[in-house]
């Protein structure tokens, strides 16, 4: 069986000055100490709802380390958040990749502690982060708490449950006004999951399905899940059919929990999400207000939902809705959603994925202190574009180091026709960037940098416009 975690879980509650045109290139002594600053500060109180949350590094920062996973799914990344943040913290870095800014995809719940840990005991990823010298930041958390009058809970879910997930999703794609047809990347997938809540943790978890067939649930600390894709829909709903799911779960103190969801018949999915202005999705004009058109759920029910989520080439969420804290409703008998101007940016091309969602089983009582849900997913995936926007040449930069301590830098991918000033700085310190020399196109490369000496021991460069 190929075991997979699959993207996008249906419920999210579950889960759920200059213009710098280049990117530093530091040349460091390795097995530096990396360490920080954050606002807040560790501690600190009455914090508006609508914060950000920056860390600030002695050194520059190894960007890709960086992993982010939704904080109310039970798996960490080498950045974790307590499970009251809603949806998946958005990541920038400074272009000398020394500041990150953490932004929260909606206002955080009111009078509530927010905790955050780089480099977690349970970080799935396996990717720690570190600078680019490869120095690993030491395990730190810190927290801090919001004003109470900052009330907007994203799912009314209390912070401390624990979750019971249980669902089917199928993905397709769309390219053309046409039906929508598999996304060969993302196969039919089945998916199970316990998180423990707070209190009483969860210390093992079986699931077996009908015919008293074992699925195996792989624990990670007190998150378990089991995940298998399929071929098709067919082979999917043959391995796992309709009938009866028994999770038994085995808790610190008292005996197991129990919880068995019904799974419905193939027949029960929801029908292929599609957009139906596809060519006008295409020329976005990002400055007004867009409206999506889609062909809408077929007989909703009540705990039915409607999901879009809008990321950008980064993979980076720009959009979800429904979102209650912005607010941005979207319900289950919506056929439209307008994107707002001012979302998007100009000349981009957007990921766009809708999904639709008929819910067999939803409870927050049964069992006590978990929040349960059982669902049939079908999400299609396209591409969005906007209008406008000038493609301006990014330029690439490297550098080294030579015996004695004398420095060479080499640039690509200039523009020609244009003059680029050349800093270094040895700190990294604000104020500390000092003019190298002025470089173009025609400059020979690599360029060495004749103010260094055997004693500089680090430089970092950058290249700005005049």
Sequence with gaps: MNKKPIRNPILRAAFAAAVVLSVLVPIQHANA????????????????????LVFTFNQPMDTTTLVILP???????????????????QASWNIDSTVLTITFSS????GAQITWTINPDNNISGIPLASETADIVPKSSGTFTTAAGNSCDPD??????????LFKSVTYQQ??????????????AFYAGVRSPQANNVTSATLTGPGSTDIPLTGFSVTYFASEQAVSQTALDTSYPAGTYSFSLNRSTGGPTQLSMQMPSSTSYPNIPQVTNYQLAQSIDP??????????????????????????????TILSAPDLCIPLPLANTANSFVIPANTLSAGKTYTLR????????????????FASFGALQRQTVLTITTTGGVVVPQPQISSSSFQGGFFAV????????????????????????TDLDTINSTTPMPYFDTASSPSTGQRFYRVITP
């Design 33 to 52: 100490q990396v360490s920080f600053t954050v606002q807040p500060q560790n501690g600190a109180n009455n914090v508006p709802g609508n914060s950000t």
């Design 71 to 89: 904080a109310n799914t039970g798996f960490n990344g080498s950045l974790a958040f307590s499970s009251n943040v809603p949806g998946t913290p």
């Design 107 to 110: 206002n955080l719940p009111g």
């Design 156 to 165: 009314g879910i209390p912070d401390t449950y624990g979750s019971i997930s």
């Design 175 to 188: 390219t053309s006004t046409a039906t929508p047809t598999l996304k060969n990347d993302e196969p039919p």
């Design 287 to 316: 400055t007004k207000d867009f409206t999506l058109s889609f062909n809408g759920l077929q007989s909703p029910a009540a705990n039915d939902v409607i999901l879009l989520d809008i990321a950008d080439s980064q993979g980076t």
């Design 354 to 369: 809708l999904s639709y969602g008929k819910t067999f089983y939803v409870s927050t009582t049964n069992p006590t202190d």
């Design 410 to 433: 080499t640039l690509g991918n200039l523009t020609p026709g244009t003059d680029y000033r050349l800093q270094y700085s040895t700190t990294l310190a604000a104020n500390s960037w």
